[in-house]
Structures are given as C-alpha cells and as structure tokens.
C-alpha cells in the first residue's frame, strides 16, 4: 500500500487524495517528530510561567481574559473539544473527513502548533487503523478554522463520540480505538485548541474539487466535440492559430483536445446540407474551448491556492522559530473560500453551455437534419426530451449553488469573531455541484453518441467510434423506439464519472489535457 511521509513542510494534492480516497498509510519524518518536541518543550515552559499567555493559559474566543489555573487546563483542553463538536445534520462523507484529519495532521506536523509527537502519532495511527469519525453537515463557518468538524474527529482522538470502524459500522470511538490498540489521549496545554484550529476541511474538499473538475472539464471537451460533430459544425473554429492569438491557456487545451477527438471526421463542415447554408455554428458550438478554457484556468488558480494552504501551518496561536507564542489570524478561510466559490460559477456555466448543446440536438429547427427529440417514430416516441428536461433542472440547481457562499458573513462569539468565511459551505455546495456536472455531462454524452448515429452514410472520428463503442458496451443504449431512459441515463453518468469516457478516447488521441 502507498505510504504518504509527513514531514514540517506541507504536503502534496496528490498526497490528500491518496489518503482520503485510497486509504495510504501516514507516517511522520524524524524530522516532523523532531519539530515537535522541540515545540513542545517551548509550550511547556510558556505553560510554567505566572503570566497568561492565549490558548496556553486562558479560556478561548471571548473567554480569552481568563486566566486558567494549571490545576484547570486538562479539563480546559478537553471542554473546548466536547463543547465544540456541536455539529448536526447529515453525515459527511467518508473520503471527506479523511482529508480533514489527514490535514490537521499535516499543520500538527509542522512543528508550530505545540503539540506533543505522541499525539500527532495517535492522528497517524487512526488513521492507519481505517477509523472515521462521525462528522456532521452542519457547524463550521469556515473561521477559527472548520471548527465543530474539527472537533469531532478530536473527540475521537480522546476515545469519545461516535466513529466508523473500517468495516463500515458506525460505533463508540472508544471501542474501536480499543480494538486497533489505540491509546485514547489526554490533552494538555493548547492540544485542544490545536486540533481545532484550521481550514482542513475546507481545503480537504478543495484538493478532492480540483482533482475531479479537472476529469469532468476532459470529459466536456470529448462530449462537445461529440455534439459538434452530431450537428455537422465544423472543426476549423478549433484551429490553434485563431487561439494562439488569444492566449488563455484553458481555452488552447480544450480546443486542442476537441480537435484530436474530430480528427478524421466524415461529419464535420457540412454547412451546405442545410436548406439556409450556415456561416457559422452557433455559440454553444463555437464558443465551447473559450467556455471550457476559461473554467480550466479557474481551476489552475485554485490549485495555485490549494497548494500555498497545503503548504501552510493553520493555527491559532502558532509557536515561532524564535520561541514566541503568538496570536494570529491565520485561521481565515478567505482565500479558500473564494476560490470554491469561483470553481461552483465554472462549473454552473461549463454545465450551462453543455445543455444548450443537447437542447440544440433535440430541436428539429436547429438540429440539421436530425429527427425531433432524437426519437426513433417522433409523435409516438418522445426521444431524449425528458432527458433534456433532467438535464436542465440539474443546471438550474447549479446556478442556485453558483451564489457565493464567500460573500455571506454572520457574526459569532460574542462579536470576537465578527467576521468569517463560509468556507465550509463554499465547499459543501461544490461537491454537489460537481455531481450534478457529471450528470449534465452524462446527459450531453447520451444525446450527441446518438445524433452522430442517426447520420447514417458519414463516417464519425475514430475517436468519437471509439468513445461509442466503449459506452455502448457500458450499457448506454443507442438509437431506437422508446424504452425505460432512467437505466441509460444512470449508465452514462458512471461512463463519465469513472472516467471511462476519457480512457476509451485516449488510445486514439493520445493524451488529453
């Protein structure tokens, strides 16, 4: 199995996906243990003197005035855990909370926390033994970190609340630490607040974001090409001297990747078929590798603030090189929440032109010769227009979690906190908005592989063939008369989701971006 080395300098997307989806073990550098202790032992002395200092020796948030008697902070570190994991709702998913803990540990790591090695270790080894706390929907606002998600996954670092064990079945954390030989931890100064204090979900959500857009935008440039093809538009648009004179790197890659998928083409520029010869496709056509591009430059940003985070140390406050303790406002999830939110009006727009292409297919009008809805005997079949249909409430569900969660603030904790992110939810309606992109996707995919079968006498790509056969083998039906479409439909959006649809047509392209 992949082992994932944690060390005091950040880590990698490709290391978070590795862990929260793969299930690769975590081990800590010598130099990360090293860190550690060396920041312990200056928490440590900070803790022995008389004078208070913020997260070591008072209370917390609008209760930092107080100062907590040595006497108290065991039991200090460990309310600000139980009274913190006040989440509520649905669960969240498993591959989520992975990323969370895995990133927590990754700050831990870095030596600037003030957290013992021995419980960075216990981060490591939970882990490793496949448990999952039980971490709810509800209860982050994206500043002083992802803080109730946070504090669940600390609850069961203590050997309370609930957990999912490697087997699936959700049970007191206690008994499953117990199971794997895990000793639960005793939290000392700062610990507490130390496993609280982060953008780890967030962030977590972002990486796994990232690494799925950037499938999903492949995938929409093989479809678009796909439908330009159904609707015998012409390639010459894609051409790369028209976009070497606007340079935007997405738009180049995208219609550099629809024109490998046209290469060969029997069906495109057939403009003279038409009673009223077209000049010109129409923007959804057109305009596909401008759309896409500017999605996938997006994305790039996003990565470019993804791995600055992954890279950092979140924490409130953070131990110097020099030995300070210092108050900070670190924590913030600005930077990731814009960008989340920047990734849902992408991918609602990428989802937006792909409708307009199937809708578009569908339309006797606007189709060029092909039959109303794509319907085998249309009257007595209906085609793909309820497809249509569920493909365009998915689109207008993503416009609705295209509004930026990031532009929303309410005040917290006694106006100490009067200012925070929404990361959280930026993130939350991200993931759902991607799952509604593949959907469209799927949607796109369905009709076009069908209007390109219905051109009977021209000859498609080899790579459109290939995408064909590879999705018809996959139970995407073809042409004919009407029949039960929700089996097709769900087939075709695991075609796309596992990424199937890109490995059919890469044998015949080469490589995609």
Known sequence: MHTVVVGTSGTTPEDVVAVARQGARVELSAEALDALARAREIVDALAAKPEPVYGVSTGFGALASRH???????????????????????????EVVRALMFLRLKTVASGHTGVRPSVAQTMADILNAGITPVVHEYGSLGCSGDLAPLSHCAMTLMGEGDAEGPDGVVRPAGELLAEAGIEPVVLREKEGLALLNGTDGMLGMLVMAIADLKKLYTSADITAALSLEALLGTAKVLAPELHAIRPHPGQGASAANMLSVLKGSGLTGHFQQDEAPRVQDAYSVRCAPQVAGAGRDTIAYALTVAERELASAVDN????????????????GAPVAYVLDFLAIAAADLGSIAERRTDRLLDKNRSHGLPPFLADDAGVDSGLMIAQYTQAALVSEMKRLAVPASADSIPSSAMQEDHVSMGWS???????????????????????TRG??????????????????????????GPGPDRFLA???????????????????????GPLA
């Open 426 to 448: 930026a993130a939350r309606k991200l993931r759902t908005a991607i799952d509604n992109l593949t959907r469209i996707i799927a949607v796109e995919l369905y009709a076009a």
């Open 452 to 477: 390109i079968e219905l051109r009977h006498g021209l000859t498609p790509a080899p790579a459109s063939q290939a995408a064909i056969a590879a999705a018809r083998a996959a139970g995407v039906g």
């Open 487 to 509: 089996p097709d439909l769900a087939a075709a959006d695991a075609f796309v989701r596992s990424g199937e649809l890109v490995a059919a047509v890469e044998p015949v392209t």
């Open 68 to 94: 907590i008697s040595p006497d108290l902070r065991a039991q200090l570190q460990r309310n600000i855990v139980r009274s913190h994991a006040a989440g509520m709702g649905p669960r969240v998913e498993r």
């Open 317 to 332: 406050p953070v131990v110097l090189p020099d030995g300070r303790v210092e108050s900070n406002g670190n924590f913030h």
